[in-house]
């Protein structure tokens, strides 16, 4: 089991930057896929961000050059640093773990998810 808490969201204006972390406990997959995914009201949840088991870096094309995801296996922590944020960002935004992926980019690889973390971009 891994459990996965969410921390760092707010109230942020455009243009502004928030920093998102993840800690996670219990089991853990340090060469497996950590991911970042959004969810908008009325939206499907999409991903963000992602980083593989070696450490590389995938990102979701509206967030290219302004986010930055990173990880800490000594700590258990997978972070979303954003910038230059966009009043349409305004979304929960949640950390997920796979259990079987070295990488993945959809949803349905990953098993694991926290509860969310609330980030309001105001224009």
């Known amino acids: 089991q891994l459990l996965l808490v969410e921390s760092g969201g707010g109230l942020v204006q455009a243009g502004g930057s928030l920093r998102l972390s993840c800690a996670a406990s219990?089991?853990?997959?340090?060469?497996?896929?950590m991911g970042w995914f959004r969810q908008a009201p009325g939206k499907e949840r999409e991903i963000v961000a992602a980083?593989?088991?070696?450490?590389?870096?995938y990102y979701a094309d509206p967030v290219q050059g302004r986010f930055t995801i990173s990880r800490d296996n000594d700590k258990n922590t997978v972070d979303l640093q954003m910038n230059s944020l966009k009043p349409e960002e305004t979304a929960v935004y949640y950390c997920?773990?796979?259990?079987?992926?070295?990488?993945?980019?959809?949803?349905?690889?990953?098993?694991?998810w926290g509860q969310g973390t609330q980030v309001t971009v105001s224009s």
């Open positions: 997920a773990g796979s259990s079987t992926y070295y990488s993945a980019t959809s949803r349905r690889q990953y098993d694991y």
């Open positions: 219990g089991r853990t997959f340090s060469r497996n896929a």
């Open positions: 980083i593989w088991g070696g450490g590389s870096a």
